[in-house]
Structures are given as structure tokens and as C-alpha cells.
């Protein structure tokens, strides 16, 4: 198994689309959000500027040092379930961390059953914090891009989920600038 399969995978601590045969990450119908939340940009096409993203590079080697991973650690995962970029600790330690984008699926369309799920604001975006129920070592930040894209940052295999959310809010908070988003 790869390092990135398992955050992405339908394994307790991370939340799935509402069709429950694939991963939230596949293609679905969209679901309506609150159009005019802060911080979006009238007139830009979310999808097609995100679709063009490469999650591996949207944070640079000095913020994720900053953040505490070793930029040299990143595995790019585009095998059609998962669209992400996955990093490690220096030395190779967990927790792991991976930022995935998704273009086709809101976080309204999350199937989040069997979640504690927390809405939060992440910069002027709308986010979900998602754990497990019960916690654990696992921690999902959700962001709200437009009506059928978000990007969600995940946490892995931390010592508490506490201390797996604190890494995926800094990390959102780090990614959250360089995300396109839209009013319609």
C-alpha cells in the first residue's frame, strides 16, 4: 500500500462521497453551497483552476519545512480515486500528511455518518474539521471552494486527534491563499 492510499481510502478517518461505492474523490452530482461566502472571487472558474492545480506544488519547500515535513518526501497520487500529494516527517515518522484536490465533489456532498464534524473557518473559507467517531489518531480539514470543488487536507497516524487537527488547520491555513474559489 502506498503512503497516500490510506488517506485516501474508505478506512475509518476519512470521510466519503455520499454515493458510497467511491471514494470522495470521484466524479458525482453537484449539491448547491451558499454562493457569496467570504472570500470568493466573482468570475473565476473554480474547476478549471483547480482541475489545473498540482497538489505538489501548491505549497513551497520554506512552508512546509515551516510546517514541520520534509519536502522531499512528496508522492504525487493520481490513480483516478485520489488527486493528492502525500508528505512525510524528516526521517520519515508520522504523522503523514496529504493535501487532495477535488474538482467534482463539495463538502456538502461528504458523506460524514460517522464523523464528528465541526464547521470552522479557515482564512475567509468556509471548512469542515472532521474526525473520527470515536477520535483518533486522524484529522480531515475540508475547504470550501464553490458548489462542486473543495480541498481537503489530511492527517494521519498523529499521537492524539488534537494534535492531528492542530497539523491540518496549519496546513490548510498555509494552503488556503494559493486555493481559487468563486461565487458561483
Request: glycine share 6%.
Amino acid at each position: 500500500m502506498t503512503l497516500l492510499s490510506a488517506c485516501t481510502s474508505t478506512e475509518q478517518g476519512t470521510a466519503v462521497a455520499v454515493n458510497p461505492t467511491v471514494d470522495s474523490s470521484l466524479p458525482g452530482s453537484a449539491t448547491p453551497s451558499t454562493p457569496g461566502s467570504p472570500g470568493e472571487q466573482p468570475g473565476v472558474d473554480v474547476v478549471a483552476e483547480l482541475s489545473e492545480l498540482l497538489p505538489c506544488e501548491i505549497l513551497s519547500d520554506e512552508e512546509l519545512t515551516t510546517l514541520g515535513f520534509d519536502p522531499e518526501t512528496a508522492t504525487f497520487d493520481d490513480v483516478g480515486l485520489a488527486y493528492d500529494c502525500g508528505y512525510r516527517l524528516p526521517g520519515g515518522g508520522s504523522p503523514i500528511m496529504a493535501i487532495q484536490l477535488n474538482w467534482q465533489r463539495s463538502v456538502d456532498q461528504l458523506n460524514l455518518t460517522n464523523y464528528t464534524v465541526e464547521e470552522i473557518s479557515v482564512g475567509p473559507l468556509r471548512a469542515l474539521r472532521i474526525i473520527d467517531k470515536p477520535a483518533s489518531e486522524h484529522c480531515q480539514i475540508a475547504l470550501d471552494l464553490s458548489e462542486q470543488a473543495h480541498v481537503s487536507i489530511f492527517v494521519d497516524y498523529a499521537e492524539t486527534f488534537e494534535q492531528a487537527c492542530a497539523i491540518a488547520e496549519d496546513t490548510a491555513a498555509a494552503v488556503e491563499p494559493s486555493l481559487p474559489r468563486s461565487s458561483d
